[in-house]
């Protein structure tokens, strides 16, 4: 977006449709913005196909996301759905384009310093997923009251039922209540921790899926 300065009459600059204005040494100078005409390289097409899976991967997750990537004093120019996007691309993305997937064991859905879960399980039970995990008897507060973080997402469906603030880590237990239609559906499965305080969160754990085909 273009725009003057010293009032009306004055200077433009900035990009105003196809022209961007700016001053050199005083001068008020224009130019046209130019059309790539040159056809994306195999390597851009890579790119942007990764780009495309993981975004479309991620973004009915938002709220997860967010709950669970805290950014630190250092990375407070970050937001949670960014760092969520660069860790995935880089470490949960497969194949070469055009066919590009999600290797659902490396996908990371919260990240920090907080004891993973311990030993955790899933099984379908008749409300949803039930998940257990363990807390050793002396593990010190607040760790033993972070609150569990549950998620399954439906790849099929591309959505996702998930909670980012339930049972306590020492009520060793909880359930992921899913619509009666959604239980015989392709899923895949996570657990993670997150602090009382909402200001830490541990690494995602990967517990595998359901109903694969």
């Known amino acids: 977006m273009g725009k003057i300065t010293n009032g009306i009459l004055g200077p433009i600059s900035g990009k105003i449709g196809n022209l961007v204005y700016y001053n050199v040494n005083g001068k008020q ?19 942007r196909k990764e780009m495309k899976t993981v975004m479309q991967f991620l973004s009915p997750l938002t709220e997860f996301l967010n709950a669970g990537f805290i950014p630190s ?31 659902y064991e490396k996908v990371r859905l919260s990240e920090g310093n907080l004891e993973e879960a311990i030993a955790p399980t899933a099984e379908m039970a008749e409300e949803g997923l039930k998940f ?56 895949e499965i996570y657990i993670s921790f997150v602090a009382e305080n909402r200001k830490s969160a541990a690494n995602s754990t990967y517990l595998g899926s359901f109903n694969e085909v």
């Open 29 to 47: 100078l224009v130019r046209k913005l130019g059309k790539i005409t040159r056809p994306p390289t195999p390597a851009q097409l890579q790119n």
């Open 132 to 187: 257990s995990w363990l807390c050793p008897a002396d593990l010190d507060w607040p760790a033993n009251t972070d609150r569990v973080m549950l998620l399954a997402y439906f790849p099929n469906l591309k959505t996702a039922v998930y909670l980012t603030s339930a049972a306590q880590r020492q009520q060793l237990t909880e359930t992921l209540k899913l619509a009666e239609n959604l239980r015989a559906e392709y899923m």
């Open 73 to 103: 004093y250092k990375e407070r120019h970050k937001t949670a759905f960014s760092m969520a996007v660069a860790y995935n691309k880089k470490n949960a993305v497969t194949g070469t384009n055009p066919d590009i997937g999600i290797a």
